[in-house]
């Protein structure tokens, strides 16, 4: 059973950086594209940033440039590097996996999600 699990959320104010991290378990992990979301108060859960087997990423047009997705396949995490940030970046994030393998960034189709960790951004 595939578990992940978010952590790295908090309070902090705009210009500030937070790095999420996501450890996955469950299954091999090098296969499949790892994608973070969020979740703004009020609003649908929206796409960040997506990074694949072979390590090429996908990004929101919100946050390129900003922020950051990496993975270790030999930790088995994920991470969400987040610089600049921003009151509107305010949401409940959340880490996702990929219900196949060795796909595009942009293709996956997540089937795991994490609890979610929760950022804020005070202006």
């Known amino acids: 059973q595939v578990q992940l699990v978010e952590s790295g959320g908090g309070l902090v104010q705009a210009g500030g950086s937070l790095r999420l991290s996501c450890a996955a378990s469950?299954?091999?992990?090098?296969?499949?594209?790892m994608g973070w979301f969020r979740q703004p108060p009020g609003k649908e859960r929206e796409f960040v940033a997506a990074v694949n087997w072979s390590g090429s990423t996908d990004y929101a047009d919100s946050v390129k440039g900003r922020f950051t997705i990496s993975r270790d396949n030999f930790k088995k995490t994920v991470y969400l590097q987040m610089n600049s940030l921003k009151p509107e970046d305010t949401a409940v994030y959340y880490c996702?996996?990929?219900?196949?393998?060795?796909?595009?960034?942009?293709?996956?189709?997540?089937?795991?999600w994490g609890q979610g960790t929760q950022v804020t951004v005070s202006s």
């Open positions: 469950g299954r091999s992990f090098n296969k499949y594209t």
């Open positions: 996702a996996q990929d219900a196949g393998t060795w796909r595009g960034p942009e293709s996956a189709e997540y089937a795991y």
